[in-house]
């Protein structure tokens, strides 16, 4: 073991503390690090950000412009217009006639400017009449050569398919057209006639509207009214900026005219029966129609001709085909109007009369009890039948009940 080092043997310079300015010079100063470089959050250069930005506003001075004013009773789609920002459709003359409004302000005190020069002429100098008179002349008949001219280029022309995609990318998708506000006037006018009100299969054939969408329109319009009737604010600049932008079914105010189709109005809907394939053998010498076919599919499956919206449309054009005159024509289909309406209000006047007959009343001091017999067999096999009592009573839906597997065990074919 090493003897121990007494402290008279040391020197003062190691047994005296050091102070505080001589240990930070003795302390190693720290290496100076590379500053940090700053992280891009874009992964895209600047350059690129600022041409994309350059060819925008490039594009918005340029093509772009024309967007900013849309045309009246026009769509506003970008596929309407070419890479130079001119309308696919317009005629040159229409264009240029467009590009001489736009400088209007400019000739228009330019000629203001020259008119006041013309008035004031120096003393001596007078206007030769005939000369003048020459000349009115030779501009009148320029005009009347180049007025049909000027009156077929100054229309425009209607829209085309190209006008109606709004996305350039996608070529299949066309903006469909909607009502337009005097057609949905004339059809709840149609429809609330005082003297002669149309049914509204009547007014679907009439106005070329499919009768969800008329009754659509009668339920909305007479909302509208009750508004306007209770002093509510309509958003009505909102709906005309709304159809100006879209394209529109117009309304053809003259009776003698057909009016325009908004979309066939008698498509037949899918039965969940004819989803499924047959093959049905049948003979030669047999004519299998319609109504054998819906036999096939369901016995209690209609034929497409009654099962359509419209079908006494299928009477109609046979009447047409078989060479019946139009008077003729016009007879049967009363006929057969007036007896569908007979038939109608007949079934619902005997339904009524059965639902009357099954209550049975009885007489009470001060109330009469009405009674009705309900049978149990009456809600079906799997007891969701809508003549089923508890189906009145809020029969609670399978996914609701505990216990029950859902998720679905088989497939259907």
């Not at 049975?360 to 009405?370: E, L, N, Y």
């Amino acid at each position: 073991m090493p003897p121990c080092i007494r402290p008279s043997n040391v020197s003062s310079s190691l047994t005296s503390c050091p102070s505080v300015s001589s240990i930070s010079a003795i302390r190693p100063r720290s290496l100076p690090q590379p500053a940090q470089a700053t992280r891009e959050f874009s992964q895209s250069s600047s350059r690129q950000v600022t041409l994309r930005r350059r060819k925008f506003y490039q594009w918005l001075n340029g093509p772009g412009r024309s967007l900013k004013q849309p045309l009246p009773n026009s769509t506003n789609y970008l596929g309407a217009y070419d890479q130079y920002g001119n309308l696919v459709r317009a005629d040159p003359r229409w264009l240029a006639k467009q590009k001489r409004e736009g400088k209007g302000a400019k000739e228009a005190a330019e000629t203001d400017g020259a008119k006041k020069e013309d008035e004031v002429l120096p003393e001596g100098q007078e206007a030769d009449d005939m000369d003048m008179a020459a000349r009115r002349l030779e501009k009148e008949e320029d005009v009347l050569n180049k007025k049909k001219d000027d009156d077929e280029s100054d229309q425009l022309p209607p829209e085309t398919v190209e006008d109606l995609r709004p996305f350039p990318s996608n070529r299949f998708f066309r903006s469909q057209p909607v009502l337009s506000e005097d057609l949905r006037e004339a059809i709840y006018k149609a429809m609330t006639d005082p003297h002669r009100p149309m049914s509204l299969p009547a007014a679907s054939v009439h106005f070329g509207v499919s009768n969800e969408r008329i009754g659509a329109v009668y339920r909305l319009k007479h909302m509208e009214k009750e508004w306007i009737a209770q002093g509510k604010t309509l958003a009505i600049p909102y709906r005309k900026a709304v159809m100006d932008m879209l394209p529109k079914t117009p309304h053809v105010g003259d009776s003698n005219k057909r009016p325009i189709p908004h979309e066939p109005i008698n498509d037949l809907i899918v039965h969940p029966a004819t989803r499924q394939q047959l093959f049905v053998p049948v003979a030669e010498s047999r004519q299998f129609t319609r109504v054998d076919a819906g036999k096939a599919f369901d016995n209690d499956l209609l034929p497409a001709d009654d099962r359509i919206p419209h079908p006494e449309m299928v009477h109609v054009e046979r009447d047409t085909i078989s060479g019946m005159p139009s008077s003729e024509r016009l007879e049967r289909a009363k006929e057969r109007l007036i007896s569908q309406m007979k038939e109608k209000s007949e079934k619902e006047e005997a339904a009524k009369q059965a639902e009357k007959a099954a209550l049975t009343k009885v007489a009470g001091r001060r109330w009469d009890f009405v009674i009705q017999d309900v049978s149990v067999e009456s809600v079906g096999k799997d007891g969701r039948d809508y003549r089923g009592v508890g189906w009145r009573y809020g029969l609670p839906h399978e996914d609701r009940k505990k216990g029950v597997v859902k998720i679905p065990t088989s497939v259907d074919a």
